[in-house]
């Protein structure tokens, strides 16, 4: 399985952008993005169990960021509206194939991705 994203860049605070990850391989049960700043810890952004369409967003980008999941293309996507400063960070797709462990990712619970991107970068200013 393998992850790659693309879609990040640097935007005006306000403003909206749309992350993508492309999926390749079987056997996902849910995806999700993270984000990352240095020095910090790791944030979950938002999680969606694909064969469900149930989702888990973050208190911080709820209300203003929505993700999706295409089935027939494995792609995933986060689209983010009202974009602020600290949503600067580096967005990571991943990946789980437990259904346990999903189930427990869309009720909030942290859990542990099986599989990860190389990250982009969202700068907002």
């Known amino acids: 399985v393998q992850l790659v994203e693309s879609g990040g860049g640097s935007v005006q605070a306000g403003g909206s952008l749309t992350l993508s990850c492309a999926a390749s391989?079987?056997?996902?049960?849910?995806m999700g993005w993270f984000r990352q700043v240095p020095g910090k810890e790791r944030e979950r952004v938002a999680i969606?169990?694909?064969?469900?369409?149930?989702?888990y967003y973050a208190d911080s980008v709820k209300g203003r960021s929505t993700i999706s999941h295409d089935r027939a293309t494995r792609m995933l996507y986060l689209q983010m509206n009202n974009l602020k400063p600290e949503d600067t960070a580096t967005y990571y797709c991943?990946?789980?194939?437990?259904?346990?462990?999903?189930?427990?990712?869309?009720?909030?619970?942290?859990?542990?991705?099986?599989?990860w991107g190389r990250g982009t970068q969202v700068t907002v200013s």
């Open positions: 991943a990946a789980q194939t437990s259904s346990s462990q999903c189930s427990a990712a869309v009720r909030g619970e942290s859990v542990s991705m099986s599989t």
């Open positions: 969606i169990y694909t064969g469900h369409r149930t989702t």
């Open positions: 391989g079987y056997g996902r049960y849910c």
